[in-house]
């Protein structure tokens, strides 16, 4: 066993010497750091071919180990651990790698960079499953499952379950958009992938021990899963039928199942039969799932595996041992059963030719079980072995191919049936050609690598599919690479593509059935070369001759030679005018005759084609007619091809120039040199000189070109220098635009701003002026209301005035009539006392007049002096009435000043707010009533002094008085002479006193007492009615004074409308 270091190394080879044959591990892949530390690989993942796999290890590094090639390739250094891998994407060259750190990348392998970059997952991704169509991958951790759409990236479907409930795994079925989920309680959901609509849920079996499922398995064709987990029981579910199919219990020695595969067959259709259980112990055990037999294993107790890919193919396994390294295992080394073909089911025709009744062929029938039966359910499949009889002739023995098949039986089956099975025509065909699957000498081709004259073999030949191209491109390079002659042929392409379309997954057979066509099929092809084989065409040319002279003449009289209507068939081998299904049946028939059936097959084709043909005329007719596909009936035309072989004489027959079938030999292919070597060796010198001139051309075309390259980079650099020079100045000016736009907009905005603060300001003086218009208009009308109050208080003040001089006047003229008639009754009282008074006065007089006269000579003088000094106390009490009088009345005007200053003081104090002009106007009418209140104190006094003057007639009248009362009785003047005079002047002094405190009305006469003038006496009327006339002007002058002032208010109110107005007008402008 070769064991492989691949150390820090970034790319080599896997094995340095090719595996000897029957070796079941190819290979170890190990790799060492420093101080010989091993870094373990913990993944591996293969392609959708089978032959190329990823590996990643602990540090991070991915790696692509190519087995066909013998190559590996460090791609990818990620930096951290991976937990998944997948391989198997629509684009070939990219492939998903679950990090660490919970996310999910893509890279590709070729120019090893990041493509995109997944995340969603809050655990560690332990799966990635990929579609069939490798369009959509599941990536599934312990929590969640996610769908992801591989073109876009984006995440389309997101599953979340219960934290109860973990996710064991969620993966794709195969050939089939349906997704499997397994969860920890043993549940197994189908989902449709677009809907997410779940299709079915498996049961989980009721009976028997809970297995724990935690490996899964599903066949190719996505009808059959196993499961295992917990226990050395495996269950193996029909996904058809959703049923429990059986219950496989694996040896005593297996307790647990890490992992299962299904191992792929190429004869199974994709029903897959042999299972691989990795157990507990590090063993995997395959085995058969219908006969429960056990295959073969893989490790040991002492080698233990951890985990296993198998390949697509089924041809090698790749598995991660406990020491931390890889293992390729070759199946077919591991088993030689497995590799056998089914048992044959050819009938053996005996005592007869092939064209002899099949009702009286006796077939001998045994029925066994095989070790690999056909596709079942549950039940063994009982298969008909067909025996030949024992005695064998020689050409039998020369019929006899490898793996038990019967050339002759072929051909009766073929003849019958018209084609081979189409699940079988790959094997019958490897098995018709004698394949020697040369490993190693086809290894050594393709290790040469690819050949020069295909490096451009896309632009000549472009094929949608890069894996076909590739592949293409790898068989000619090997083709190329076996015979010299291959790299010139330009029609080779032609020939060897509808093999590698065929046989793409397989690049050996496919390689050693084309080299086996060219080798049997295409004898003599490149004797003329380049020129088509000329010698070959005369051939089919003769047989078209000899059986249709008629079309072989219409051919020749429209200037069409054989290069034309031969030769297109030829060069591609009728896939251009046949269907795929149809060209695989043609060359089951061309494989299983001699190699001269292709040449008649053409003539057949041609025949058969006869009608639309005869009608043609043109050159350029037949070309196209040649070249595409026609209206043909496939089985018609092998009928006729057999017909020519049949009936075609010897001297024409081509079987009489070709040589009979030749496989290729084992071990080494043959050599090849059927062409002209000199032209070929010729042709390669030209070529190479060709190509060295062409090298020579492009190191020159390559320095001019880096020349040009430098002069249009100073150019274009100098052109870009200008340009920005340019573009400065023209962004300068457009700046400078932009600035002075910007300052006009500014300007602009300025304006706007100023005129919006002018249209601001007049409002709001308007506001102002408005207010303050409000606030005089309450000003004016605060002052009117005052105003009307004061007048209402001065007409109501004028009113009480009038009421109360009324009142007076009405007073005073009842006290007048009063006292008049208290006079009367004192004149009448008076008159009757003074009658008693003057009978006894004179009676008294009249008794001491004699003592008077005794004692008047004696005191002439004393009564003179006590007359005089009688008069002066009469004066002395009348001015003491009087003045007590007046200062009760100036009391009683004092009281009312003080209430009205009291009643003043009290508006005052309510109109302290008032302007000072109003306080002035109220101070002077204060002073108004203060000088009406002097005037009036004036007129009193006036009037004392009126009556003062009056007092003197009545003094003057007393004087009489007495003098006539002495006349009368002159004995008065000693007793009480002055008694009257006293009453007399009491009474006048009250009558003053009341004339001055109430003015009487006009027209009232004053009546006083003792008093001798008459009743319409007009002094003391003249200076009452005087009084109210001066009350009277100066209550008009008040009032006069109130409309001025009124007036002035009023004007000054209209001036300051006037000048606010005008501000704001000016402010507006």
């Known amino acids: 066993m070769e064991v492989t270091d691949i150390g820090n190394k970034e790319e080599g080879k896997v094995w340095h010497r090719k595996p000897a044959p029957g070796k079941s591990v190819l290979v170890t892949v190990i790799r060492t750091v420093q101080q010989a530390k091993t870094v373990r690989f913990l993944h591996v993942a293969f392609d959708n071919t089978g032959d190329s796999f990823l590996a990643g290890d602990y540090h991070g590094n991915i790696y692509i180990f190519d087995i066909s090639r013998n190559r590996f390739r460090l791609v990818r250094k990620t930096g951290q651990a991976c937990t998944a891998l997948a391989f198997s994407l629509r684009r070939t060259t990219e492939f998903l790698v679950a990090l660490s750190d919970y996310t999910v990348k893509c890279f590709d392998k070729d120019t090893k960079q990041l493509v995109s970059w997944m995340r969603g997952h809050e655990g560690a991704v332990s799966s990635i499953s990929v579609h069939s169509s490798g369009r959509y991958a599941i990536t599934t951790s312990s929590d969640t499952a996610q769908l992801w759409d591989l073109d876009t990236f984006q995440r389309k479907r997101k599953l979340n379950i219960r934290q109860s409930v973990g996710i064991q795994r969620v993966f794709f079925l195969p050939l089939s958009s349906t997704i499997?989920?397994?969860?920890?309680?043993?549940?197994?959901?189908?989902?449709?992938?677009?809907?997410?609509?779940?299709?079915?849920?498996?049961p989980v079996p009721d009976s028997g021990p809970r297995i724990s499922y935690k490996a899964f398995a599903v066949t190719r064709d996505g009808k059959s899963l196993a499961a295992g987990g917990r226990s050395n029981l495996l269950h193996l579910w029909c996904l058809d039928s959703k049923q429990l199919m059986r219950v496989i219990q694996m040896p005593t020695q297996v307790r647990t199942v890490r992992q299962l595969e299904f191992l792929p067959d190429s004869f199974d259709g994709g029903a897959s039969q042999t299972l691989g259980v990795l157990s507990q112990d590090g063993v995997m055990r395959f085995i058969n799932i219908h006969t429960c037999k056990l295959l073969f294993q893989m490790g040991s107790h002492g080698d233990t595996i951890t985990t296993v890919a198998v390949g697509p193919n089924g041809r090698h396994v790749v598995a991660i041992m406990d020491n931390g390294s890889i293992n390729i295992y070759s199946v077919q080394s591991l088993t030689q059963e497995l590799n056998k073909p089914p048992p044959s089911q050819v009938a053996v025709v005996s005592g007869g030719e092939a064209h002899q009744d099949f009702s009286n062929i006796k077939v001998k029938v045994r029925s066994e079980v095989v070790q690999r039966p056909a596709k079942s359910y549950g039940r063994r499949t009982q298969v008909k072995i067909l025996r030949p009889p024992a005695g064998l002739t020689a050409d039998d023995k020369e019929n006899e191919l490898p793996a038990g098949l019967n050339k002759k039986r072929l051909v009766a089956l073929l003849k019958a049936f018209g084609e081979y099975p189409a699940k079988y025509r790959m094997f019958v065909w490897r098995s018709l050609l004698c394949l020697p699957e040369n490993h190693a000498a086809y290894s050594s081709l393709t290790d040469k690598g690819l050949h020069s004259a295909f490096l451009t073999l896309h632009d000549k030949y472009p094929i949608k599919s890069h894996k076909l191209q590739r592949g293409l491109q790898r068989v000619l390079s090997a083709l190329a690479h076996w015979a010299a002659i291959f790299g010139e042929v330009e029609y080779l392409p032609l020939v060897a593509f509808p093999f590698v379309k065929l046989f793409q997954n397989n690049p050996m057979l496919c390689f050693e059935v084309v080299a086996t066509v060219i080798v049997n099929w295409c004898q003599h092809w490149f004797e003329y070369f380049p020129n088509p084989p000329l010698n070959i065409l005369s051939m089919v040319e003769n047989i078209l001759g000899h059986h249709d002279k008629?079309?072989?003449?219409?051919?020749?009289?429209?200037?069409?030679?054989?290069?034309?209507?031969?030769?297109?068939?030829?060069?591609?081998?009728?896939?251009?005018?046949?269907?795929?299904?149809?060209?695989?049946?043609?060359?089951?028939?061309?494989?299983?005759?001699h190699p001269s059936?292709?040449?008649?097959?053409?003539?057949?084709?041609?025949?058969?084609?006869?009608?639309?043909?005869?009608?043609?005329?043109?050159?350029?007719?037949?070309?196209?007619?040649?070249?595409?596909?026609?209206?043909?009936?496939?089985?018609?035309?092998?009928?006729?091809?057999?017909?020519?072989?049949?009936?075609?004489?010897?001297?024409?027959?081509p079987r009489t120039m070709l040589a009979d079938f030749t496989p290729l030999t084992k071990g080494q292919y043959p050599v090849f040199n059927h062409y002209p070597e000199f032209i070929v060796e010729y042709q390669s010198q030209e070529r190479e000189k060709i190509r060295l001139q062409e090298m020579e051309y492009l190191r020159e075309r390559q320095e001019v070109s880096a020349l040009r390259v430098d002069f249009v980079r100073r150019q274009?650099?100098?052109?870009?220098?200008?340009?920005?020079?340019?573009?400065?100045?023209?962004?300068?000016?457009?700046?400078?635009?932009?600035?002075?736009?910007?300052?006009?907009?500014?300007?602009?905005?300025?304006?706007?701003?100023?005129?919006?603060?002018?249209?601001?300001?007049?409002?709001?003086?308007?506001?102002?002026?408005?207010?303050?218009?409000?606030?005089?208009?309450?000003?004016?009308?605060?002052?009117?209301?005052?105003?009307?109050?004061?007048d209402q208080e001065i007409s109501r003040k004028m009113d009480l005035r009038d009421q109360e001089?009324?009142?007076?006047?009405?007073?005073?003229?009842?006290?007048?009539?009063?006292?008049?008639?208290?006079?009367?009754?004192?004149?009448?009282?008076?008159?009757?006392?003074?009658?008693?008074?003057g009978w006894d006065v004179e009676e008294e007089v009249e008794m001491r007049m004699r003592d008077a006269e005794k004692v008047e000579e004696s005191f002439t003088e004393p009564p003179h002096s006590a007359e005089t000094n009688m008069q002066a106390l009469e004066e002395a009490l009348a001015e003491a009435c009087q003045l007590g009088s007046d200062s009760d009345w100036q009391g009683e005007v004092a009281e009312r000043l003080q209430q009205v200053d009291a009643s003043q003081g009290r508006r005052r104090g309510r109109l302290a707010e008032l302007h000072r002009k109003t306080l002035a106007e109220e101070e002077r009418l204060a002073d108004t009533v203060r000088d009406v209140a002097g005037k009036k104190w004036d007129e009193v006094m006036r009037s004392r002094a009126q009556l003062q003057e009056q007092q003197q007639p009545w003094c003057s009248a007393d004087a009489d008085v007495q003098r006539q009362t002495r006349s009368r009785s002159p004995c008065s003047i000693g007793g009480l002479p002055h008694r009257p005079f006293i009453i007399t002047a009491v009474d006048v002094a009250g009558t003053a006193a009341n004339s001055a405190t109430t003015p009487r009305p006009a027209g009232s006469n004053t009546v006083c007492l003792n008093s001798t003038s008459p009743p319409e006496s007009a002094s003391t009327n003249f200076s009452l009615d005087r009084g109210r006339a001066q009350l009277d002007s100066s209550e008009r002058e008040l009032l006069k004074e109130i409309r001025e002032l009124r007036q002035r208010l009023a004007a000054r109110a209209k001036e300051g409308s006037t000048v606010s107005s005008q501000s704001v007008h000016t402010l507006s402008q």
């Open 180 to 202: 499997l989920s397994c969860f920890s309680d043993d549940s197994i959901f189908a989902w449709e992938s677009d809907t997410l609509f779940c299709k079915y849920q498996l």
């Open 550 to 593: 008629e079309l072989l003449q219409h051919l020749v009289d429209c200037g069409i030679t054989s290069q034309v209507y031969v030769w297109p068939l030829l060069e591609t081998l009728f896939s251009e005018v046949l269907t795929r299904d149809e060209w695989l049946r043609l060359f089951d028939n061309v494989f299983s005759n």
């Open 597 to 653: 059936f292709l040449l008649v097959a053409c003539v057949a084709y041609i025949i058969c084609c006869r009608e639309p043909l005869l009608l043609c005329a043109q050159k350029q007719d037949f070309e196209y007619f040649f070249h595409h596909r026609n209206n043909l009936d496939v089985g018609a035309m092998i009928k006729e091809a057999y017909r020519l072989v049949g009936s075609t004489p010897a001297d024409v027959h």
């Open 716 to 790: 274009a650099e100098e052109d870009a220098y200008y340009t920005q020079q340019e573009l400065l100045q023209q962004a300068e000016e457009q700046r400078r635009n932009i600035l002075a736009q910007e300052e006009d907009k500014l300007t602009q905005q300025r304006k706007k701003l100023a005129a919006m603060k002018r249209e601001l300001k007049v409002k709001e003086l308007q506001l102002l002026d408005a207010t303050r218009r409000r606030f005089l208009k309450h000003q004016q009308d605060l002052r009117a209301s005052q105003i009307r109050r004061l």
């Open 805 to 837: 001089t009324a009142s007076a006047v009405q007073d005073v003229e009842v006290r007048q009539m009063e006292m008049e008639a208290q006079r009367k009754r004192l004149e009448q009282h008076l008159l009757k006392e003074q009658k008693r008074v």
